[in-house]
């Protein structure tokens, strides 16, 4: 079983930054992509961002693409998320997960159960 940590939210106004970071441990694939999801209130929880094994492939939901930054350090087991200007619609608890595939992440499919996610609070 795969253990996944989140942690690095918090409150910040419009337009601030947050970085969060999620430690995978556990029984993880040799080789595997790693991604981003946040579930707002009331809301089904939706993609953000995902980053293949090797890092060159990343891809990005609409709403976060030239604000967002994920990057990942594969000798710690953690993925990255840089978050700036930052919006009250970016209000959510944020999660991450993996595949061994960078597309199956994209399309909400995952191989881990998920964690407690961090929360990531925006004010207007």
């Known amino acids: 079983q795969v253990q996944l940590v989140e942690s690095g939210g918090g409150l910040v106004q419009a337009g601030g930054s947050l970085r969060l970071s999620c430690a995978a441990s556990?029984?993880?694939?040799?080789?595997?992509?790693m991604g981003w999801f946040r579930q707002a209130p009331g809301k089904e929880r939706e993609f953000v961002a995902a980053?293949?094994?090797?890092?060159?492939?990343?891809n990005y939901a609409d709403s976060v693409k030239g604000r967002f930054t994920i990057s990942r350090d594969r000798a710690k087991n953690t993925v990255y998320l840089q978050m700036n200007s930052l919006k009250p619609e970016d209000t959510a608890v944020y999660y991450c997960?993996?595949?061994?595939?960078?597309?199956?992440?994209?399309?909400?499919?995952?191989?881990?159960?998920w964690g407690q996610g961090t929360q990531v609070t925006v004010s207007s």
């Open positions: 997960n993996l595949d061994r595939e960078l597309e199956p992440i994209v399309r909400m499919r995952v191989l881990s159960p």
């Open positions: 980053i293949s094994w090797t890092g060159i492939r990343i």
């Open positions: 556990g029984r993880t694939p040799s080789v595997y992509a």
